[in-house]
């Protein structure tokens, strides 16, 4: 049919009429996707569908449409006594000053809930100092009260947790949401850097830089660590973090931007292979030990496997190459930890696998000396430490042949945690002797210039994905043929006979599931003394992890 004036018709089209307010605003079409529509997510602002009742119900992990953020009966009536409430559940994390829980929406609760209720736990047993990330989150959670960008950066580490777990691309999406507005947070609080906000700005810059999934993303972060702790310097006693900054201070005059790295010699790359070969024999020595433990000896092959991908790869040419073949690994690092310590409570077999675990991360550092010590292993090295202290303390407890077994296996990680911190002492005190006054030319205004780059060209929402980040070793899912390929890392799935069989593929384990409660002993978990009674499941995790988190 012509249109006026004998033209072409106008195309019709269905006006939106449940739009959000914002391409209202703009006049633009909204697709009504919940909880956030796809034009505020590619703009990084706040979608006003978060706060409406549809975005607070509990999302079904079959809608294609909403994240799936493992809602269960017993999380929803959690959240909602805490929305009403205004009471955090988790007192032993002592959160203070506490958010304003009431004005936040439901769904943002539920990603506060995933991560505090695994923090929780870990405090409860006194296993935090175990994992690299769970004792902070109190700090990370009062610092939000007042920062709002702080606590949009732990809702997109949450998200993107929750994200590997589901392989739910609107998880993604809102993980992706979160970090982009955490990311301008971090820009404007560095743009007014005082002392009043230094905190903030490190807590922000920290979880953020967790969250990176490139290299170029994690070293512009970094780097600013570096420079907003050289800034903190003068108050860093009053910090919160300032046993983090004792700690983790870079060293002086080094730098993350530069892609070139230092290619090793001969001699360098026989010690590398030396040191492959000893990763890979201590967890042959472990794996005939594991007959009993479905879990632990899953993940020592998966750490197996990863070790003899990295030997055939080669050796990276780039600081980008180095961070792609690490990144497997330090993602383990952040979450099997907290899978293992919520499975096997006292279990003194958990330990000397975390051990392996943390041991590789120290024991590679010489094959990735551009990055590897601030990417993984500095952050290794205390629980490390701490692991090997427990082994300590149970072998002073009795010696029988249990504990001649222990003492075996934890060798190789505790002879690595040794040689690295006195590497790493040696060389902080080398390069302070050559420069001990020299401050890096990298400075607040450097860091706010590259991060606004950032955030106006690189298409940040790709990089603060860690859930979805291409395999970098050719890691190929059961299920899957080479020539397939995957946008999640490999995670390995299994079934718990004492729960039922599930299936192989089922995401639906989550350390976030609230079970029935139980009695708490005052000790450590690890209380090795004690005859430990019937496996059970903390309060704050499910009783069916179905995968591996």
Request: proline share 8%; aromatic share 10%; charged share 15%.
């Amino acid at each position: 049919m012509a249109g006026p004036g004998g033209g072409p018709s106008r195309r019709s089209h269905t006006k939106s009429r449940k739009g959000c307010k914002t391409c209202k605003k703009r006049h633009i079409r909204c697709d009504e996707t919940f909880p956030q529509c796809r034009n505020c997510t590619k703009h990084q602002v706040r979608c006003d569908y978060m706060d409406s009742p549809a975005a607070m119900a509990p999302e079904s992990p079959k809608s294609p449409q909403q994240p799936n953020l493992l809602w269960t009966p017993e999380i929803d009536a959690t959240i909602e006594l805490w929305r009403q409430t205004g009471d955090f559940p988790f007192t032993d994390l002592s959160v203070y000053p506490q958010p304003n829980w009431r004005a936040f929406p439901k769904s943002d609760l539920r990603l506060i809930h995933h991560l505090s209720s695994i923090a929780n736990e870990m405090f409860r047993n006194k296993t935090s100092k175990l994992t690299l990330w769970t004792d902070m989150m109190p700090k990370f959670l009062s610092i939000a009260a007042s920062h709002p960008f702080v606590m949009h950066s732990i809702l997109a580490f949450s998200a993107s947790h929750l994200a590997w777990i589901s392989q739910s691309a609107e998880t993604r999406a809102l993980s992706f949401h979160h970090a982009g507005v955490g990311l301008k947070g971090l820009h404007e609080g560095i743009a007014n850097f005082t002392k009043g906000n230094s905190d903030a700005v490190l807590a922000s810059s920290l979880l953020l830089a967790w969250q990176a999934t490139d290299w170029r993303g994690w070293a512009s972060l970094l780097t600013g660590n570096k420079t907003v702790i050289q800034a903190m310097q003068p108050w860093r006693h009053e910090s919160m973090f300032a046993d983090y900054i004792a700690e983790h201070s870079p060293m002086p005059n080094r730098s993350f931007m530069s892609p070139i790295i230092s290619i090793p010699s001969q001699d360098a790359r026989r010690d590398h292979l030396t040191t492959i070969s000893e990763i890979r024999s201590s967890l042959q020595r472990l794996q005939p030990y594991l007959n009993r433990h479905d879990q632990e000896s899953k993940w020592v092959d998966q750490l197996r496997g990863y070790i003899d991908r990295l030997n055939a790869s080669g050796t990276a040419q780039t600081a980008s190459e180095q961070f792609d073949q690490l990144y497997a690994l330090r993602k383990w690092l952040f979450w099997v930890p907290i899978s293992l310590l919520a499975a096997k409570r006292g279990d003194v077999t958990v330990l000397v696998v975390l051990g392996h675990f943390y041991a590789t991360a120290l024991a590679l550092e010489p094959m990735f000396k551009d990055i590897a010590s601030v990417l993984c292993g500095d952050l290794s090295l205390q629980p490390l430490e701490e692991i090997i202290k427990l082994v300590q303390g149970y072998q002073d407890q009795k010696y029988d042949q249990q504990t001649q077994i222990i003492s075996y296996l934890i060798q190789f990680p505790s002879d690595i945690a040794s040689s690295y911190r006195s590497r790493r002492a040696w060389t902080r005190q080398q390069m302070e002797q050559q420069s001990p006054m020299q401050q890096s030319p990298y400075g607040l205004d450097n860091l706010n210039l590259e991060i606004e780059n950032q955030i106006a060209q690189y298409s940040y929402g790709q990089s603060l994905s860690p859930a979805f980040a291409p395999s970098p070793l050719q890691f190929i899912p059961s299920g899957m043929t080479s020539g397939q390929t995957s946008p999640y890392l490999e995670v390995p799935r299994t079934t718990l006979d004492a729960y039922g069989s599930t299936s192989y593929a089922s995401p639906l384990g989550s350390p976030a599931t609230v079970p029935p409660p139980y009695s708490v002993p005052e000790e450590h978990v690890f209380n090795f003394g004690t005859p430990m009674g019937p496996m059970g499941y903390p309060s704050g995790f499910v009783a069916t992890p179905t995968i591996w988190t």
